[in-house]
């Protein structure tokens, strides 16, 4: 047996990839999009059955791809997105929708919570600025606007770890998702103090038991294998939340190594030795491997996500029906369009989450300013590359501690144009990594590892990680977005008590809305 399954159960999208275990080559991937609905403004849930079916159809799909035998797939490693929530009842079946980390229905009691002082004390116990979609927010908001819900809640875990539970029948999360529940992050413990503090104590009894990042969760049950087309028998192991599970599978292992992700969320990542919580109430921070900590300044408001709503809502007629491979025209006709077009920014804020860096501002919205008749379809889609690519200054600016390198990856990291932008506005070199689904890479390690391929983890990342290619900064574009920058900090800065005027409005029409 030398291959590893790796899956990457995403907001939108879940990836399944088949690595040779020997050198961390892709013999295969399938990808099913991850089906979400919102049954009311700014929700954002998940049928848990409906998403395993569709993790099942990848795996087996990319078993089917790579044309192996099901029992040469040594172990399964599974990375998933962090934050939400996952239940089940008292006898293992969902105890209601998962909800999924974009959700933003506990805003306004998030800023009830900062005005009482619980925002600061959980970000001191944890290391986390909370957004609405945090569990431990989630479940208190259930326990006063849904108690039936709430009391039907006997195991609360993540995403992965359902898929997990699925594969295995074994209840478990690991160290990178307790994070995000989220923890005492110094003792690297579940803390009684925050299930109180969140008015939910009773809960603490019901966190899925807690393993080390990459341990063993069990094996894959006859059911399953009927399931995915996997062997019964295969090893699982936990795999770690999207955010831990991508820096290892860029090989940013060492303290000084950093990596940025244009996901669904545009995650900016480094590596400590510490658990570095300054700037203080700002970014996250997250447990990785071999005691080490993960300080994460992220954009959540939106990375790809903000590039795909983009598109779907301006570029369909400009392309016309036969416009061949999308992307590929996407990336000619906006490499073509000036740097900074005709003055054009957009504040890439266009998720239900808000923005937790370079400040806590979970009510932030997406904004395009400079509007006018002369901005095209395509003058919005660069915009809004060069809108992520300023909040990646903001994210690296905002850090109080040396970044080495910059690794980039995620689905946008594909596009050069996006790539080319970033390093500019960094203004310094990123390195881009070989594999595609660095995620699902990543957990491939930790399993590989697990089933004795290597004696350590930074073993198997020489042997599977490889960078493909650096992306050198543009000199004269570089000075472009120096010169730019300050205008779109600013712009955010003057926005932000807009942003409270705008969900006062929002929760106020939903109140007219809700009454008999």
Known sequence: MSYILGIDKGTTTTKAAIFDAANGRVLATARRPTKSFRPHPDWHEEDMDGTYAGVAAAIREAITNAGIDANDIAAVGVSGHMGGLWTLDSKGRPAGPAIAWPDGRT??????????????????????????????????????????????????????DYVNYRLTDVIATDESDLSFFPCDIRRRLPSDELFELAGVPEMRTRLAPVLEIGAVVGRVTTMAASETGLAEGT??????????????????????????????????????????????????????????????MSNTGGGSLCLDWIVSAFCGKALGPDCGDLFDRIEKEARAIPPLSNGLLIHPY??????????????????????????????????????????????YGALNAPVHE???????????????????????????????????LGVALLAARAAGFYASLPDAASAMVRIASTVEPDPVLAARYAAAYPLFRDLGRDLAPLWKLRAALVERTHRKKDAP
């Open 235 to 296: 090893l699982v192991v936990t795999g770690a939340g999207d955010a831990v599970a991508a820096a290892i599978g860029v090989g940013a292992l060492e303290s000084g190594q950093a990596v940025t992700v244009i996901g669904t969320s545009f995650m900016n990542n480094l590596t400590v030795d510490e658990p570095l919580l300054e700037p203080a109430g700002v970014g996250f921070l997250f447990l990785m491997p071999e005691g080490r900590w993960q300080r994460l």
């Open 107 to 160: 805003a306004t009691m998030l800023e009830q919570w900062k005005a009482e002082g619980r925002v600061q004390r959980l970000f001191e116990i944890s290391g986390n600025a909370p957004i609405p979609g945090l569990p431990l927010v989630l479940l208190g908001w259930l326990k006063h606007n849904d108690p039936e819900f709430y009391g039907r809640i006997a195991t609360v875990f993540c995403a992965k």
């Open 406 to 440: 910059i690794r980039i990856t995620g689905g946008g990291a594909r596009s050069p144009l996006w790539r080319d932008i970033c390093a500019a506005a960094m203004n310094r070199p990123l390195k881009v990594p070989e594999a595609e689904e660095t995620g699902a």
């Open 350 to 395: 266009f998720n239900t989450s808000g923005m937790t860096a370079p400040r806590h501002e979970p009510l932030a919205r997406g904004s395009i300013f400079g509007l006018d008749m002369a901005t095209t379809p395509m003058a919005l889609v660069r915009g809004v590359m060069e809108g992520v690519a300023f909040s990646m200054i903001d994210c």
